[in-house]
């Protein structure tokens, strides 16, 4: 089955709320926990038990986990593990991307049939041609794996380069490379290529979703970056079904103790499935 498939089963019977899992040195120091590797794997532990049959799918931050070397991804095998146990999806967010030789290197390092992590999606940029992703996209398609690549982040400082015209092409870079993973898509008869565009981007993003073609988008920003889950209704309210809204550092906002963070991970849970099956958002955040 393929990753979209697997993303709509799990948003259908749970929901498509993706928890995202930033172990930095600032949210360990929140939690009280000391910013080494048993700090990281006492912070993920936490998240998971906390949002235990809230939450189906998750998404670690590769370079918290980097920081500490060799031990440090050791840990982060060691959550991609437990949440496979746990059934849950895990989207890595590596943010890859290089000439193709070395995209099919990172093809074999996260989504292939002997990869060590395994995981079921990853997240790329794809400032060196959509072109060069095809290894990564081709191994995706063929092991029924998830891509999501950068076309509007949520950080303001992607705009300049998003939202540049594409020579001969009457579209930004950010809607060129949307048109591509449509295109991707259609070829391969599943939408295994979805984008990442920023909830803080507000109603802008009408034409984006349009030419998704339906492909999942992966949208971060609520939360600590000022977005809000009300803010999905205007910018996103034609992308219902495919969207991903997750959120890192807002979901321990309020404290780590188990009690606070499943009252979140529940909150957060419920507001992506009514905005997915157009319920309307209760509550502001
Ligand atoms: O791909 C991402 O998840 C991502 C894309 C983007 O445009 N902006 C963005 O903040 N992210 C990630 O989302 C996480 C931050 O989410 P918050 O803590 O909820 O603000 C970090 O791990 C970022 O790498």
Do not use: W
Not at 92 to 118: H, V
Not at 164 to 170: F, H, I, K, R, Y
Not at 262 to 277: D, G, L, P, T, Y
Request: with cysteine.
């Amino acid at each position: 089955m393929d990753f979209a498939t697997r993303f709509h089963n799990v948003a259908d019977t749970i929901s498509p709320f993706c928890l995202g899992i930033d172990p930095s040195t600032a949210l360990l120091d929140a939690a009280g926990l000391p910013d080494d590797c048993q700090g990281v794997r006492s912070f993920c532990e936490r998240l998971l038990q906390a949002s235990d049959g809230l939450n189906s799918i998750i998404k670690p931050q590769i370079a918290y986990f980097e920081r500490f070397g060799a031990d440090g991804l050791l840990e982060l095998k060691r959550l991609v593990d437990m949440a496979r146990e746990k059934g849950l999806l895990v989207i890595m967010d590596a943010k890859r991307g290089d000439i193709d030789s070395t995209c099919a290197a990172y093809a074999q390092a996260y989504l292939g049939p002997k990869s060590y992590f395994n995981a079921d999606a990853l997240t790329v940029n794809a400032y060196m041609g959509f072109g060069s992703l095809l290894p990564i996209l081709d191994v995706a398609a063929e092991y029924g794996k998830g891509i999501f690549v950068v076309l509007m982040s949520s950080n303001p400082e992607g705009a300049p380069i998003q939202t540049a015209l594409v020579q001969d092409a009457e579209t930004t870079v950010a809607g060129f490379l949307a048109e591509q993973i449509a295109a991707f898509n259609i070829r391969k008869e599943q939408k295994v290529i979805g984008g990442v565009l920023g909830a803080t981007i507000g109603d802008r993003l009408a034409d984006m979703v349009a030419r998704m073609d339906n492909g999942l988008i992966l949208a971060p920003g609520i939360g600590h970056q000022g977005a809000t889950f009300a803010d999905l209704e205007a910018a996103f309210c034609d992308a219902r079904r495919t969207l991903v809204p997750t959120m890192a550092r807002g979901i321990v906002r309020e404290g780590f103790s188990g009690n606070v963070l499943r009252a979140i991970v529940h909150e957060k849970s419920a507001q992506a499935r009514s905005f997915r099956n157009g319920e309307g958002i209760v509550a502001a955040t």
